[in-house]
């Protein structure tokens, strides 16, 4: 039987005009030894306690001390962590990674596989150079596909992954309840592409009705249904929804206006491609807040009086 694995990590921020050159964690509480986080810290500011300390695997709280030096500028923070949930790979099950497909335009797409979402508190994939995932170029943990519909869209913006490169990716899932963290899935090889970044590179699942009815919450089908009839999928050219937003399809180019988007009316048109986009939802972001669109333009104008 796998070794319990204790489902802790930190981050750490920090701004610098100048680079990092040292980055170590010490234990201080109980006494361990000191960790060098450069190259972790490169690859993300998340660092998890089993990446820099394989025995801890019992529940406690562990003070720590984070240093960074930055051109002979040495900066110390004290801080705690408290371990309260371990469990063994066998209670949280590892995920599959069916097949890697690299896009026209060089997005990488990871079709995925979930055994079970009840008890899932995030996933994590990583990216590497090499088999044996000793050179890491990349790692994240929380999908962009918060639904967990099997198609995550890797983050080519901030992945910096490079072009024609033989690239190594694996991934595990963090459980809630029991809370711990499953073994590594099986490991897929590919050939990363050119990448051109489009756009609009920020992907999202919304809500959307069409500008052909009066307001979208007195429908026989509500706006406010996640997974339901108005469930689309589109990009849009800020991190965030906001005022102001444009509103792009699929392919990160094509803006989301009348006479382009037989893609959201699928194969029985329900009047997006004649009416255009009237409001939309982010039920990842804010599950609550209504935008009202601009059908012609594609921009979110304003927040709804319509509300969920």
Not at 13 to 32: F, H, K, M
Request: with cysteine; proline share 6%.
């Amino acid at each position: 039987m796998s070794a319990a694995k204790c489902d802790v990590s930190f981050q750490i921020g920090y701004e610098s005009t100048s680079p990092i050159t040292e980055a170590t964690v010490a234990y201080l509480d109980p006494q361990g030894p000191t960790h060098d986080i450069k190259q972790l810290l490169a690859v993300s500011n998340i660092i998890k306690l089993s990446e820099i300390q394989d025995d801890i695997q019992t529940p406690g709280t562990y003070k720590l001390e984070a240093k960074l030096v930055a051109n002979e500028t040495v900066t110390r923070r004290e801080f705690s962590l408290t371990v309260d949930g371990c469990s063994s790979s066998s209670s949280c099950y590892v995920p599959k990674i069916y097949e890697i497909n690299v896009l026209k335009d060089g997005q990488i797409v990871m079709n995925y596989w979930v055994d079970n979402t009840s008890d899932l508190a995030t996933l994590e994939y990583q990216i590497a150079r090499d088999l044996d995932f000793t050179d890491i170029i990349y790692s994240k943990v929380g999908f962009s596909d918060t639904a967990y519909t099997q198609f995550e869209y890797i983050d080519m913006k901030n992945g910096n992954i490079p072009n024609d490169t033989q690239l190594y990716i694996r991934i595990r899932k963090y459980c809630s309840s029991p809370s711990g963290i499953s073994d590594w899935s099986n490991i897929v090889d590919f050939q990363s592409g050119e990448w051109k970044e489009p756009i609009a590179p920020y992907f999202f699942s919304v809500g959307c009705v069409p500008n052909r009815f009066d307001n979208p919450i007195d429908l026989q089908e509500s706006i406010c249904r996640t997974g339901g009839m108005w469930t689309r999928k589109v990009r849009l050219d800020t991190f965030i929804p906001q005022i102001g937003s444009f509103i792009y399809l699929s392919d990160g180019i094509t803006l989301a206006v009348p006479g382009k988007l037989d893609e959201l009316d699928g194969n029985t048109p329900v009047g997006f491609n004649e009416n255009g986009i009237g409001w939309i939802r982010f039920p990842d972001y804010d599950p609550n807040v209504i935008y009202d669109v601009s059908p012609e333009t594609a921009r979110i104008k304003g927040i709804s009086k319509y509300f969920c």
